[in-house]
């Protein structure tokens, strides 16, 4: 019996699934489809994805420290890493940082009636404004709640290692 019910949730979530899907891709190819597609382009690929790459490659640089990558490429390489990619790893992330606050900043002038030039041919109307910050904060709110979490579960329980784990080969799965 217990096979059965498996079956039977498994069918249901392969059918949400599915109508999630059409109901997904039947507003992508309405009319206003080709609006949506223009509107997480420019939300989602644009403010998401330079605070991803600002925020790890700060991570990177506060946390795992530029002279550390730079000794551990140079260990497992065996060559030294040149001297352009250590002024890029300092340069790159200031530069991704302003261009996001820039960003932000002229959308957000933009959103409040200033005169702005336009950089797309979309002048997007307030709910869609609204819809496509909703898509770029839902998923970097993760970042900080799974940071929080893991400061929290570190208080609570401090006998949680903040040490990165050594890689160990698992024979097992290599045969």
């Known amino acids: 019996q217990s096979t059965g019910g498996c079956r039977r949730a498994a069918a249901r979530l392969a059918g949400l699934l599915l ?18 597609i223009s509107l997480i382009d420019h939300f989602c690929a644009t403010y998401c994805v330079l605070a991803i790459v600002g925020i790890e490659v700060a991570f990177v ?14 260990e497992m390489t065996g060559r030294h890493v040149p001297f352009v990619f250590v002024v890029a790893w300092h340069l790159i992330p200031l ?11 002229s959308d957000a002038l933009k959103f ?16 869609a404004q609204l819809c496509g910050w909703m898509s770029v904060l839902l ?28 890689a160990t080969l698992n024979e097992e799965c290599c045969v």
């Open 139 to 166: 998923p970097l709110a993760c970042i900080p709640v799974g940071v929080g979490i893991y400061f929290l579960r570190k208080v609570t329980s401090p006998s949680i290692s903040t040490e990165i784990p050594k």
């Open 112 to 127: 409040m009636g200033a005169d702005m030039p336009a950089r797309s041919h979309w002048d997007y109307p307030w709910f």
């Open 19 to 36: 109508q999630s899907h059409v109901c997904v891709l039947a507003g992508f190819a309405s009319r206003g489809g080709y609006l949506w």
């Open 61 to 74: 640089g506060f946390f795992y420290t530029f002279d550390r990558l730079r000794r551990d490429i140079t």
């Open 95 to 105: 530069c991704t940082l302003l261009l996001f606050v820039d960003l932000c900043v």
